[in-house]
């Protein structure tokens, strides 16, 4: 099973240019996020999507934007990047959601990153 | 959610059982104590999860106390391959996130 996928693993940005990362899940998992992490510090909740078409804001989501098309994939969107945006980016999935809230639905799986550097 | 309070660093001897503490004084009584640990720059993994009644599976223990205010999880025989960050996180079971603090960085000495 692949579980979640992150592409790409690495990336390099100029300033002001926009790209998108991508997920996607083969679980059938309604919940999807997406975190940042900086050195030294713990991973910070960017977005996250309840089911298709639904998305939210997490703690940081200033420069950044979603959409949940279909169930598999969630992909971040930089429109203009930023060297603040610097940083290793996570996609995780749950089955929880809140329409079969159960605590064992909501275990996190998580891709294996995508560093990004922004110059 | 309540947040989670954890030393920041620990050192465990290879073989040793390793005993990682977390306090969450505000934890309320529909919200679930969660572990997660991250190895070197993996994304992290569920370990173990609980209400008030101490839970055991096949890579940790978690004891929580009987106020609810703290926690501990075990790992009974630490191996190098623990070397990680161990985040313990507390949250309620619908329309809430999981937010992560910096954890508990576990180095396992030979």
């Known amino acids: 099973n692949a579980g979640v996928t992150q592409t790409p693993k690495f990336q390099v940005l100029k300033t002001g240019q926009s790209m998108t990362l991508q997920c996607a899940q083969d679980m059938n998992h309604e919940y999807m996020s997406w975190y940042r992490q900086d050195p030294g510090m713990g991973l910070r909740l960017i977005h996250y999507?309840?089911?298709?078409?639904?998305?939210d804001q997490g703690e940081v989501p200033n420069g950044y934007n979603v959409s949940r098309s279909t169930t598999e994939d969630f992909p971040l969107r930089l429109l203009s990047a930023a060297p603040s945006q610097t940083s290793v980016y996570f996609c995780a999935s749950s089955y929880g959601t809140t329409r079969r809230p159960a605590p064992t639905n909501e275990k996190l799986f998580f891709g294996s990153g995508t560093q990004l550097s922004v110059l | 959610d309540a947040k989670t309070t954890q030393p920041p660093s620990m050192d465990c001897a290879e073989g040793r059982a390793a005993n990682l503490p977390c306090n969450h004084s505000t934890i309320s009584g529909n919200e679930y104590v969660y572990w997660y640990r991250q190895i070197h720059s993996q994304g992290p993994q569920y370990i173990i999860h609980?209400?008030?009644n101490n839970e055991t599976n096949e890579m940790a223990s978690l004891i929580i106390t009987e106020d609810r205010k703290s926690s501990t999880l075990i790992l009974p025989h630490a191996t190098l391959r623990d070397t990680a960050v161990y985040y313990c996180i507390v949250k309620g079971t619908t329309g809430n996130q999981f937010y992560f603090g910096t954890g508990t960085s576990l180095t396992v000495i030979p």
């Open positions: 609980g209400l008030k």
């Open positions: 999507s309840v089911g298709a078409g639904i998305t």
